[in-house]
């Protein structure tokens, strides 16, 4: 035991009543609902770069936040850290955990010293994994932060860029699956653009159509059985991120021939920048079958930035749940609480202050998104308003054969003469806020 987290027990469920400030009061991971623990519906995870390996900067100012293992002996301050990350996934109970190669370890002078470090800290984890049960969400290779990735990573124009990031990507591959990780992430922080003067766009969407397909043939090669995902976002670090959004993924990964091989893990801050909702980005997801896994947080809506906060609204929360469950939930996927502290919370009990609140008020957001699926009231007024295409003569409308000349021959043999209803918006809003 380290004693960083000192005087902090395990936190418990006690019920909303309860003013223990580290106690969960709706988060109670064995309580069911619709025929699954919460644990089980949730998944949550703890990202690694934003509660370990994050020093508190900003544009303006550096490191605000002291952590034993921010000095000393790079690989001692990786092991105390991967101690202290071990500790605090257990007082939070939290079943998942995320990492980027470059949050756990060391980079080293050579690639090779670099996944050597990696290596090395995975073999502690492995250990950890066993002793402790905590599982492996995803893993993820960071190719933004060093500058050799400033003019992107697989879309590079320097090939040695490309060649590094598969090398560097296939070590991490070959790590989440030691690890039993399940899923791998790509998120293209680099893949996109800052001018188009001295950018070959149609070059760079190749290239990385071609670097995703040989992810994809690499996964299988090994056996990982996770998903691979691709998380969007519109812009930053990047100015034009290829990786817009959901529905910008898909196109991509259809054009490669890679829908049926790659899904999405789906940003709350990165919906909003997209000039999305979050249950707009997921219910795109379920409509085109890619709906993959979650990046749990809040974005400040007067910022234009990824402000990564904690989660505390529950009516946004329950609505997206809504979607989550309407699409029939999670199966590789989780919550991975992309969220970081502000930068003057500076001591450790903010950081599990941080994960409470977030997974209460995700917590929350089930209890009433699970009250309105079986009240049924929502899903009737939406069936409702599209009862008239269940009647044969409308479904043949969208049959293969029919055409433009039939149709019209109805409407004008028929008479057709459409009659607006009323589409109840805030009758619904007035109904959803029953729940939350
Ligand atoms: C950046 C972001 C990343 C990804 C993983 O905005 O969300 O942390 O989740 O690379
Ligand atoms: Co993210």
Not at 300 to 306: F, L
Request: aromatic letters at 12%; glycine letters at 10%.
């Amino acid at each position: 035991m380290t004693d960083f987290f000192a005087g902090i027990d395990r936190v418990e469920y006690k019920g909303p009543d309860s003013d223990d400030p580290l106690a969960f009061r709706f988060y109670d991971a064995k309580r069911e609902i619709m025929g699954k623990t919460m644990e089980d519906h949730l998944r949550f995870a703890v990202a690694y770069w934003h509660s370990f390996a994050w020093p508190g900067g900003d544009p303006f100012g550096g490191q605000t936040f002291e952590r034993p293992w921010f000095h000393g002996d790079p690989m001692e301050a990786a092991k105390l850290k991967a101690d202290v990350a071990f500790e605090m996934f257990s007082i939070l109970n939290a079943p998942f955990f995320t990492f980027h190669d470059r949050d756990i370890a060391p980079e080293g002078d050579t690639l090779q010293e670099s996944n050597d470090n990696v290596s090395a800290i995975a073999d502690i984890f492995e250990r950890k994994i066993e002793e402790t049960g905590t599982r492996l969400l995803w893993g993820t290779a960071n190719m933004f932060t060093n500058r050799r990735f400033m003019a992107g990573a697989s879309t590079n124009p320097d090939p040695e860029v490309f060649a590094w990031c598969a090398a560097q990507v296939k070590h991490c591959m070959d790590v989440t699956h030691r690890l039993k990780g399940a899923n791998y992430v790509l998120w293209g922080g680099r893949e996109g653009y800052e001018t188009l003067l001295n950018t070959d766009m149609g070059r760079e969407l190749d290239q990385m159509g071609r670097f995703l397909s040989m992810v994809v043939d690499y996964k299988h090669k090994i056996g990982f059985e996770g998903a691979i995902l691709i998380e969007p976002k519109p812009q930053e670090p990047s100015k034009h991120q290829y990786d817009y959004d959901v529905a910008t993924v898909f196109g991509f990964l259809q054009r490669f021939g890679l829908e049926k091989e790659v899904k999405v893990n789906i940003e709350t801050g990165h919906s909003v920048l997209a000039g999305h909702t979050f249950e707009h980005e997921i219910e795109t997801a379920n409509a085109l079958g890619i709906f993959g896994s979650l990046d749990a947080n809040r974005n400040d809506y007067q910022s234009g930035w990824d402000t990564d906060q904690f989660p505390n609204n529950v009516p946004e929360t329950a609505v997206a749940m809504y979607y989550i469950l309407k699409g029939g939930g999670f199966t590789t996927g989780g919550f991975n609480f992309d969220s970081k502290l502000r930068r003057q919370s500076l001591d450790p009990v903010d950081l599990i202050a941080g994960h409470i609140g977030g997974m209460d008020v995700i917590a929350r957001g089930l209890i009433a998104a699970a009250a309105m699926i079986e009240d049924g009231g929502w899903a009737d007024f939406v069936k409702q308003r599209y009862a008239g295409w269940d009647k044969p003569e409308n479904q043949a409308m969208l049959a293969d054969g029919a055409d433009l000349e039939t149709i019209a021959a109805r409407v004008h043999s028929e008479g057709l003469d459409p009659q607006p209803v009323s589409g109840q918006q805030e009758r619904l809003e007035n109904w959803i806020n029953r729940f939350v």
